[in-house]
């Protein structure tokens, strides 16, 4: 149950991290601040942070249920 739980949440944080790649590739690609790209690429590397962890959480329960 607990893996199912981690493995939908790991789902939507990784579904954030594309929007927050695809905003901050517009955001380049249209000349944007160079500050809106930085706040940007902050979110990406802490949203890849926890979708890792929550990977990793999933896997762990999943092995613990066995």
């Avoid at 149950?1 to 955001?27: E, H, K, Y």
Wanted: hydrophobic share 65%; no cysteine; aromatic share 8%.
């Amino acid at each position: 149950m607990s893996s199912t739980i981690f493995n939908i949440l790991a789902v939507a944080v990784m579904v954030a991290v594309v929007f927050v790649l695809i905003r901050g590739l517009i955001n380049m690609m249209r000349g944007g601040s160079g500050n809106t790209s930085n706040k940007l690429m902050q979110a990406r590397v802490a949203l890849q942070f926890v979708a890792v962890v929550l990977i990793m959480l999933a896997l762990w329960f999943s092995q613990a249920g066995n």
